[in-house]
């Protein structure tokens, strides 16, 4: 896909993202918000994946490990195809299947039920060393929040990943810089975390999470890699997109108003028309 066309999606999946929180009252806009490039590229370019074949065996795997920007993750795989565009309007409302967090029983395209922080990629890496010991030639993909890879449990996983040689792994970190207690490095520094990954065995690359020359460059770099698990360190900006949310930790988890909904449309709908004139 052509990398225009990858931002007009980009900018759909946002849009879907803020649609579906300012209907639930709650959730959370501002992680899914900077991860939206990343859900785009992953399942509009990089993943072996059908639609119409959710549990197809061979499909790529992916796991999010930050669960609670499920927003961004639905979104996404409505655009894709994998259910109704209207049905994201249900986010966390009583009997819908979109729930506050990924639940692989009932969300087609939904492969790891996820939420508690530090839990999912070890399921990745779980996943991953099946492929290998069945000898399948499915990858396997897992988002992290930079917040998020505080847990012990992320580096427990990533020390098994390094020492097995997963190269069908590839972990990405949605580095920006903000959790729900303000900024990560006055909170619990993980910094740097490029330098503690390859000290676990891990293939590194940095790029920025907007920028789709970028991401498919570290994603083709990431299969080229023999004998190494891969992270992809992306910066990016928390609520990317939405202006007043941009860059605000206060956005890591609730819900616009009504007037800020306007608002967060219309920047959107700014952003699109921009790109129409490219």
């Known amino acids: 896909m052509h990398i225009k066309e990858l931002k007009k999606v980009a900018l759909e999946v946002r849009k879907g993202i803020i649609e579906s929180v300012h209907a639930a009252k709650c959730g959370h806009p501002g992680g899914s918000l900077s991860a939206a490039d990343i859900f785009t590229y992953l399942y509009f370019e990089e993943m072996n994946i059908d639609p ?41 409302k009583v009997g819908s299947y979109l729930q506050g967090h990924p639940d692989m029983k009932h969300i087609p395209g939904i492969d790891m039920s996820s939420g508690s922080l530090g839990q999912g990629v070890s399921a990745a890496v779980g996943m991953a060393l099946s492929a290998k010991m069945s000898n399948e030639n499915y990858r396997v993909y897992s988002l992290l929040g930079d917040g998020e890879i505080q847990e012990g449990q992320v580096w427990e996983a990533a020390m098994f990943a390094g020492s097995r040689k997963l190269d069908n792994l590839v972990l990405i970190v949605d580095n920006n810089g903000l959790q729900i207690d303000g900024n990560i490095a006055d909170v619990c ?21 907007h920028d789709f020359a970028e991401l498919r460059g570290a994603f083709a770099q990431a299969r080229r890699t023999k004998n190494k698990p891969s992270v992809i360190i992306a910066e990016s900006i928390k609520g990317k997109g939405v202006s007043f949310m941009e860059n605000n930790a206060g956005w890591h988890g609730k819900a616009p108003n009504d007037e800020e909904f306007k608002i967060a449309m219309e920047d959107l709908k700014k952003a699109g028309e921009a790109l129409c004139q490219k």
């Open 189 to 209: 520094s993980p910094y740097p975390i490029d330098e503690k990954f390859k000290a676990f065995g891990f293939n590194v690359i940095n790029v920025s999470a």
């Open 52 to 92: 119409k074949n959710p549990k197809k065996a061979d499909r790529d795997r992916f796991v999010l490990s930050k669960g609670h920007t499920a927003p961004g993750l639905y979104a996404t795989l409505a655009q894709r195809g994998f259910f109704p565009v209207e049905d994201l309007k249900t986010l966390r």
